[in-house]
């Protein structure tokens, strides 16, 4: 990063993506979309699964629900259902059965591939310096990896031939460990497949002695690479460091031991991004593993510093990084069954107020007790009877003919209200005998 300016002016000039940024304006709110919908599942014991939506509106401001948790909850009507709670006399959410149908397939995909799962939290470990992170870290990214949300139990605990917990050197730490005998740098970093792929391409623009060190660079549309740049991508590309796996050795102070310690960072947030789901992850996430990995490096700036392998938005009030390589379009280029299960849950959100076959009542979404339809009917007669105003009473005769035929008990409430309007602000005129 330039010296002359600050991180936060060296992110707003990057260069944006289209794409990515597309795929950021619905993920942004699927991401608070999944937020509420782990409050939810939270409360088993209820029939169904619930929470109040006062509740929600009390953390609106940290779920980042600009306009509150009712007016969100409304835009979503194929995730969340409003309804009225009886016993608790207040409104509460619940999931649509389609919504709990996407959060079973997810479960399902999760279990089924806990395997993998496994194998990621062992190649996490074994990037570690000490071969262990805190558990509080991986707490930050396990639905990134894939996790089951009781992977304590399901995964670490099941495992005693593979990890150790042990207590940390804070209070109420606990730090994830893998055991001494297991053996170190026999794994393979992700991007060694794409090495050897490009090595066995007869049109590969890449030098055959450089590619050894190599990543797959591409850079945003409308990026302007000028010689300089790309002489030093060049030169880069062919710099030798140490792989996430080895043996990283005594750290060189020089300026070419800090650039080959700069490119096994870049390997490193490289090889954790391949590990995770959706090959994307909040910088702050991956933050609290830096030090653990030995990265003495910025990671934010590690990301804007190679626009080619990493693409960084910051929409939705976050820092989100995306592995440029393994996205074509918007879409993971190869695909598992945990992310197609979300983008399921992505396409409801996408989806938004659109598609429903009729219209969500009045009286939920602003979550107000209907009336009677008798005692709707009566109010509405007698607020006819106080009305001067023939516009006024043209106007309501007509919407009640609506509302007798279209039976909403909402829109009786909004009817009702109306009525009440029309005669507080004529309180001084003529009685209708």
């Known amino acids: 990063m330039p010296r002359a300016i600050s991180t936060a002016q060296y992110v707003a000039s990057r260069a944006r993506d289209p794409t990515f940024e597309k795929l950021m304006d619905h993920y942004k709110n699927l991401v608070k979309v999944v937020a509420i919908q782990d409050l939810i599942l939270a409360n088993p014991s209820r029939n169904p699964p619930s929470v109040s939506v006062d509740f929600l509106s009390r953390l609106s401001l940290k779920l980042h629900l600009n306009r509150g948790a009712p007016s969100f909850l409304r835009r979503y009507p194929h995730i969340f259902e409003i309804f009225y709670n009886q016993s608790k006399s207040m409104p509460f959410c619940k999931l649509t059965d389609k919504a709990i149908e996407i959060t079973q397939i997810e479960a399902a995909a999760v279990h089924d591939s806990l395997p993998l799962v496994v194998d990621r939290l062992v190649r996490i470990l074994s990037m570690s310096i000490s071969r262990s992170v805190p558990l509080r870290a991986i707490f930050k990214v396990w639905r990134e990896l894939g996790l089951p949300d009781d992977f304590e139990e399901s995964v670490i605990a099941r495992n005693p031939d593979l990890f150790v917990l042990c207590d940390g050197n804070e209070p109420n730490t606990h730090v994830l460990k893998l055991v001494p005998r297991y053996p170190s740098g026999h794994f393979t970093a992700a991007v060694e497949n794409w090495r050897v792929m490009e090595c066995c391409k007869e049109d590969s623009k890449l030098d055959k002695t450089g590619i050894r060190y190599s990543f797959k660079q591409g850079f945003p549309p409308g990026m302007k690479l000028k010689k300089t740049f790309k002489a030093n991508v060049k030169e880069w590309q062919k710099l030798p460091y140490v792989g996430p796996y080895e043996e990283m050795g005594e ?19 490289h090889e954790f991004m391949s590990l995770t789901v959706e090959k994307m992850v909040e910088v702050e996430k991956i933050s609290h593993f830096r030090k653990w990995f030995g990265i003495d490096f910025n990671i934010r700036d590690l990301f804007l510093d190679h626009p080619g392998i990493f693409y960084l938005s910051t929409k939705g009030k976050r820092h989100t ?10 879409q993971l280029i190869n695909p598992n069954p945990v992310y197609e299960s979300r983008m399921k849950l992505l396409d409801l959100v996408k989806l938004g107020r659109h598609g429903l076959l009729t219209k969500t009542p009045r009286a939920t979404r602003m979550h107000i007790i209907p009336f009677e339809v008798d005692e709707q009917r009566e109010s509405i007669l007698c607020g006819l009877k106080w009305i001067s105003s023939q516009a006024a009473l043209d106007f309501c005769i007509a919407a009640a003919i609506v509302l007798l035929i279209m039976e909403t008990s909402g829109e009786w409430v909004a009817i009702i209200v109306i009525l009440r309007t029309f005669t507080g602000k004529n309180s001084g005129c003529r009685l209708a005998n």
Not at 251 to 269: D, H, P, Q, T
Not at 321 to 330: D, I, K, P, S
Request: without cysteine; hydrophobic residues 35%; charged residues 45%.
């Open 321 to 330: 990084v995306f592995l440029r390589e393994a996205y074509e379009r918007g």
């Open 251 to 269: 750290k060189k102070k020089s300026k070419g031991g800090m650039k080959r310690l700069e490119k096994r960072a870049v390997g490193i947030v």
